[in-house]
């Protein structure tokens, strides 16, 4: 018995034969009418729509048998995959291919064999129509071409029946992208929302991995891929991407445009890559089978991209047109997603304009005060006490006046910028108002307050500001109080600083005041 070698490319047709979703379905009435039909046409007791798989044949439709499917190593069907044509066996006992087959010496008693093959696409035969009978015939070419007919009818019938399947899942998809683009406008969550349209889309164009990336660029004007989520059905798929991103809680990020994503990003175009081995030889790309990366466009820019990797028998150009359809709805979404980074990056630095004082940049009198009952509610709970400052400059009218308010505004930035230099990262400081300005030492005691508050007064009493040539001498007197044992009100505290401050004024100005308990 011969068995004969798998064709050319047999992974690819395997690949096709499982898109053609007809292995282990039930039987179909369109199917059953060929072989009804091929069976009274030729006279034959047994016709078939054999499906040649990985290691059997599987029965679509049959006339004449029980089996639904037999091993592919003996099978006859087998034969005209491996060679592309129609076999036609008149005696099988008479061929040495065939005579030892246990199909033609068991139970079934095949004799007579024509086999036209089943062909998708110019490469790739799925399988035969096939005619059997239990005694030798002639077949001649009049009848073959008939025969060839009726299987290219059949094709016809099976690609017919697959563009209405893609046009099902395709419907199916754009519904998904349309529910992620409601579900995004709701939650504002782009990770969930792309999560739901990847693991749609694994599932109709079978593939391990998905991702999305939308196009962005940094404050520092790098570009990058912001990648909010990835869907992947393989670990070893996701081990080969991995290294290539960077990982943050806010999801992967990757840098820079000079990769394959960049490629489809600058030209606006879907890449295919079938054979990453050839494409690209840095080895960016071992470890994948096959990528398509699609661009997702809003209007006339790219928004960013969809991306799937790892395609039994690779991409044609069948799925491409079939997924580009969808990358403006992913573009849509992308767009909308950037609309709201961009709404809440405003909002925010608005909360925080709302927050400064405009001429120094500290902290206002209203957020410093918020602040304060935080440490205030602080105390409360874990007994930690703070102290505050209260710093007033000395004789600022006098500076104001003779040098004119630009001179003052100009100490005031400069007294700012020493007094944050000077201060820990955990101290607060603001400015009250005027030329007084508020500090919040977090946990300190008395003395220790007291002690910053003497610093702070030599280092600005030895300031070298200079104004049109002149050196100007600035000094400040700071009223010192720490939070009662007690936990006493914000207000309380902050009256006794200020009287403290006062104290200090009064006692000859430049100094330090520790308020009375
Ligand atoms: N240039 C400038 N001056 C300001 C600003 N806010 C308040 N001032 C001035 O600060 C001065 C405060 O004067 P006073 O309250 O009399 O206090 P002082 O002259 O520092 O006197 P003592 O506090 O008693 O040492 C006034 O001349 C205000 O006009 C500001 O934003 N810029």
Same mark, same amino acid.
């Given at each position: ?31 059953? /009418?060929?072989? $009804? %039909? !091929?069976?009274? +046409? ?8 054999? #499906?040649?798989?990985? =290691? ?89 071409? /008939?025969?060839? $007919? %009726? !299987?290219?009818? +059949? ?8 563009? #209405?399947?893609?046009? =099902? ?94 490629? !489809? ?253």
């Amino acid at each position: 018995m011969h068995t004969p070698d798998p064709p050319p490319h047999e992974q690819a047709r395997q690949a096709l034969l499982a898109r053609t979703a007809l292995l282990d379905t039930p039987a179909e009435q369109a199917f059953d /009418r060929v072989v $009804q %039909l !091929a069976s009274a +046409l030729f006279g034959v007791p047994v016709a078939l729509i054999s #499906l040649v798989d990985s =290691e059997r044949q599987w029965f679509k439709a049959k006339v004449g048998v029980d089996v639904c499917e037999t091993p592919r190593a003996i099978s006859f069907c087998s034969h005209v995959v491996s060679q592309g044509d129609m076999l036609v066996v008149s005696n099988a006992l008479q061929d040495e291919r065939f005579a030892d087959n246990p199909l033609v010496n068991g139970k079934l008693g095949i004799r007579f064999y024509a086999g036209a093959p089943l062909r998708l696409d110019a490469q790739h035969v799925i399988g035969t129509l096939c005619l059997l009978d239990h005694r030798p015939r002639r077949f001649g070419p009049r009848q073959q071409a /008939r025969l060839q $007919q %009726l !299987a290219d009818t +059949l094709c016809e019938l099976i690609r017919q029946r697959m563009l #209405l399947q893609l046009a =099902e899942q395709q419907s199916k998809l754009l519904l998904t992208v349309n529910q992620a683009q409601s579900s995004f406008l709701l939650d504002r969550d782009l990770g969930a929302a792309s999560s739901t349209i990847l693991h749609s889309l694994l599932a109709m164009s079978q593939t391990t991995l998905a991702f999305i990336a939308s196009c962005q660029v940094d404050d520092r004007d790098s570009c990058y891929l912001d990648i909010p989520s990835i869907a992947h059905l393989d670990a070893a798929a996701l081990q080969w991407l991995m290294p290539q991103l960077s990982h943050d809680s806010r999801g992967y990020r990757l840098y820079g445009f000079d990769h394959v994503y960049g490629q !489809a990003i600058a030209e606006g175009e879907p890449l295919v890559i079938n054979q990453p081995a050839l494409y690209d030889d840095s080895g960016a790309l071992a470890g994948v089978q096959s990528l398509l990366v699609i661009p997702c466009f809003f209007h006339l820019s790219v928004m960013g991209v969809l991306v799937l990797a790892n395609r039994a028998g690779g991409f044609d150009q069948e799925i491409v047109d079939h997924l580009t359809t969808l990358s403006d709805g992913i573009g849509t979404l992308l767009h909308v997603c950037g609309l709201e980074v961009a709404r809440q990056a405003a909002e925010a630095e608005l909360a925080r304009q709302a927050t400064l004082d405009p001429l120094t940049g500290l902290l206002n009198r209203r957020a410093f005060l918020e602040h304060c009952q935080q440490n205030q509610q602080r105390f409360t709970r874990y007994q930690q006490r703070f102290s505050l400052l209260m710093l007033d400059l000395d004789h600022f009218k006098v500076l104001n006046d003779r040098l004119g308010h630009p001179a003052g505004d100009y100490v005031l930035k400069e007294i700012s910028r020493q007094l944050r230099r000077t201060l820990r990262e955990i101290d607060s400081l603001a400015r009250w108002g005027g030329e007084e300005f508020c500090i919040m030492l977090p946990q300190e005691q008395e003395q220790d307050a007291m002690q910053l508050a003497q610093r702070l007064c030599h280092t600005l009493a030895s300031l070298p500001l200079q104004w049109q040539g002149e050196t100007l001498h600035i000094t400040a007197s700071i009223g010192v109080a720490t939070l009662n044992a007690s936990g006493e009100s914000t207000d309380n505290l902050i009256a006794r600083a200020d009287a403290a401050m006062y104290q200090a004024k009064a006692a000859g100005r430049n100094r330090t005041w520790l308020a009375a308990p």
